[in-house]
T-cell receptor, first 114, second 112 residues
Framework: DAGITQSPRHKVTETGTPVTLRCHQT?????MYWYRQDPGHGLRLIHY???????DKGEVSDGYSVSRSKTEDFLLTLESATSSQTSVYFC?????????????FGNGTRLTVT | AQSVSQHNHHVILSEAASLELGCNYS??????LFWYVQYPGQHLQLLLK??????LVKGIKGFEAEFIKSKFSFNLRKPSVQWSDTAEYFC??????????FGKGTKLSVKP
């Protein structure tokens, strides 16, 4: 398995609070992604990064921000958590040796917003 | 925008039955296609991928998929399922941002 660590694994938070999820990789891959997984929706891309300090929005970016100050770390912040952001969040990485290289996923963070 | 459709939400099979899960994608140009599996409580793992060449792709654990360009399809197959194949299966297509665009998934339950 690719060296991807997500933290925390589980979190319960209250509506309106900020939350930061961390993805740490040891593969030195350039590309990192945040997805959320919801029943009936599959996985949807929130934000992605194509290098240090280089990030862009995905399909469902509203209410989320990201930062990548080092190759190995990609942070996802919920600026003011809402119940609709209750989900399982997966980080993925890719070396893009070829276009659309397979993604390797972390173990996920289960976030509950009450 | 590219999209992926998985027609079956939940499939229930008995052990040794044959499996075929449908996947259709929307883009008519060159596509890269993937199947991922997610076992209960785990992360997604790559089963197989198609970039070019032989349209019949063999993956891990006895799975295979056939790319049929004229039908915009990339169906997943396995001749004989096992109880351990119980999982959720996701079809995905490569997106313009280098990411993958996923279908909504198909849950497979295999009865022992």
């Amino acid at each position: 398995d690719a060296g991807i660590t997500q933290s925390p694994r589980h979190k319960v938070t209250e509506t309106g609070t900020p939350v930061t999820l961390r993805c740490h990789q040891t593969e030195n891959h350039r590309y990192m992604y945040w997805y959320r997984q919801d029943p009936g929706h599959g996985l949807r891309l929130i934000h992605y990064s194509y290098g240090v300090k280089d990030t862009d929005k995905g399909e469902v970016s509203d209410g989320y921000s990201v930062s990548r100050s080092k190759t190995e770390d990609f942070l996802l912040t919920l600026e003011s958590a809402t119940s609709s952001q209750t989900s399982v969040y997966f980080c993925a990485i890719s070396d893009r040796a070829s276009y659309n290289s397979p993604l390797h996923f972390g173990n996920g963070t289960r976030l509950t917003v009450t | 925008a590219q999209s992926v459709s998985q027609h079956n939400h939940h499939v229930i099979l008995s052990e040794a039955a044959s499996l075929e899960l449908g996947c259709n994608y929307s883009y008519g140009g060159t596509v890269n296609l993937f199947w991922y599996v997610q076992y209960p409580g785990q992360h997604l793992q790559l089963l197989l991928k198609y970039f070019s060449g032989d349209p019949l792709v063999k993956g891990i654990k006895g799975f295979e998929a056939e790319f049929i360009k004229s039908k915009f399809s990339f169906n997943l197959r396995k001749p004989s399922v096992q109880w351990s194949d119980t999982a959720e299966y996701f079809c995905a297509v490569g997106g313009s941002q280098g990411n993958l665009i996923f279908g909504k998934g198909t849950k497979l339950s295999v009865k022992p």
